[in-house]
């Protein structure tokens, strides 16, 4: 288990300048996937990169040098240095300007040691205000608004610090990975990243006319519950748990025979969300929900060209109530979990969610009592390589991110052979849920709820 705290530490920061494309790029509107200008992601996401010092390297300026391959590589993502538009009905639309990402540089005198175990970095991380870039939210997404604040910070003891905040309606976190990757290849020498990008928005683009295949319940209109599970966020305290490959095992020893070949993460992020809701105590009748994004590249048929970066995930939901997640043992949330994700591995599934945002005005997703659960095991961020070798720790820079009061999605990383799960709950509640948990994972139950 992990917490974080904030580090005296003193940050020298220049203003952030706008850095655009190496060369001139062409003018042009593009238009956004009707996957991609969802309302739920109409927001920034920020990741981070954290790298050790490296001898062979020595008075070489990262700075400098990753300044110069972002340049390099709007030359080639160049809808990234322009800014966002919306036309009739609520479509978005980049107009690509060429007026470039917002970029800053900064200097701490502390070490990559402060920020964590050098083997075993992962959040919630101490001073992020400090060490990236962000956009504040009153500023919306649209009109002159950066499409990416990144911020690189050198460290005294040599490594240095890569944050990108980005805007989620232009790439999900394959095309974040994709970009980042491209940027490193060119830090080395390239003259050209390996993976040509490719825009092809259309191909994510509701049929005429939209059609609706799916009861995708991720989009209902909440009715009947109560306050909400979650209190004010600054009664909130965040911590991260890893789940060894043991206590999984302990986990699915629990589970009967038709579940027992279900993926870690099906088993984990059921265990959480009915260690959470029990922790939580809300009303028994009261409806919760659990999403998983979904990345569903492999499911769209045609497939995709290789380079496409924008958005292909879905967020497929379970739908129960507080009572029955409770007094149920795991297998009941498991069953839920790999329920929905079933239901997406399709790509007529992804098709139907682009109809449902044409015909019903792009809906937000449901914003009752919901967790939304991301498995980042596989993005690739940790291996940008900007010269410096691959990364310390490469991903989210937050365990938890809140769309709204009642809405918590949670990113979970893959450490050594496990899951380090991020979980925020009001500080008596954590403790519930560190019994439950503590209960669950020492000593596989069979049949009986806790």
Known sequence: MASTKRLTMSVTKKSPELLSPAENTPYEFKSLSDIDDQTFLRTYITTINFYKKDPSMEGKDPVKIIREAIAKALVFYYPLAGRLREHAGRKLVVECTGQGVLFAEADADLTLQHFGDKDALYPPFPNLDDISLDVPNKLGILGDIPLMFIQVTRLKCGGFIFSNCCNHTMCDGIGISQFMSAVGELARGASSPSIQPVWERHLLTAHQPPCVSFAHREYDVATGIGGGMYAPLDQMVERSFYFSSAQISALRRSLPPHLQRCSKFDIVAGCVWRCQTIALSPKPDEEIRFSVVM???????????????????????????????????????????????????????????????????????????????????????KQMDVGWGTAAYGGVAKGIYWATVNIQVAWYLGLKDGFMVPVCLPLESMKVFEKYLQDMTTTAPTTSSL
């Open 295 to 381: 990345d569903n590249r492999k499911q769209i048929n045609p497939p995709l060209p290789m380079g496409y970066y924008g958005n292909v995930i879905s967020f497929p939901m379970a739908v129960t109530t507080a009572g029955e997640l409770s007094k149920n043992p795991l297998q009941y949330a498991v069953e839920l979990v790999t329920k929905a994700k079933r239901e997406a591995a399709t790509g007529e599934y992804l098709r139907s969610v682009a109809g449902l945002m044409v015909m019903r005005d792009r809906p937000n997703l449901t914003g009752a009592n919901t967790y939304i659960v991301s498995n980042l095991t596989h993005m690739g961020f």
